[in-house]
């Protein structure tokens, strides 16, 4: 079992930055692949980002790349997502979940998630 918890969500202009945390607990966090995803309301859950468990490896959906980063600190069980050039777009549900499969892109194949934070951008 692995619990884990966001952080970082809010208000922010077009432009802005804001930067998430996923703090794990629980099983081994080392081991596992990492992912962030975020949901809109009305629309699917959508891969943002991954990161291997050793950190070497990183994926991004093509909406974000460039614009945010990903990255994860296995001393502190905890995942972080950077994200710039923030757009109205980017406004969603943003969620951390853990995998046992290698850079895994559908929410169906992570196993554990967290509650959720919130972004808002808007127009």
């Known amino acids: 079992q692995v619990q884990l918890v966001e952080s970082g969500g809010g208000l922010v202009q077009v432009g802005g930055s804001l930067r998430l945390s996923c703090a794990a607990s629980?099983?081994?966090?080392?081991?596992?692949?990492m992912g962030w995803f975020r949901q809109a309301p009305g629309k699917e859950r959508d891969f943002v980002a991954a990161?291997?468990?050793?950190?070497?490896?990183?994926n991004y959906a093509e909406p974000v790349k460039g614009r945010f980063t990903i990255s994860r600190d296995n001393a502190k069980n905890t995942v972080y997502l950077q994200m710039n050039s923030l757009k109205p777009e980017d406004t969603a549900v943003y969620y951390c979940a853990v995998s046992n499969l290698v850079m895994a892109t559908s929410p169906t194949l992570y196993k554990y998630w967290g509650q959720g934070t919130q972004v808002t951008v808007p127009s």
């Open positions: 629980g099983r081994t966090f080392s081991t596992y692949t």
């Open positions: 990161i291997s468990w050793r950190g070497g490896s990183t």
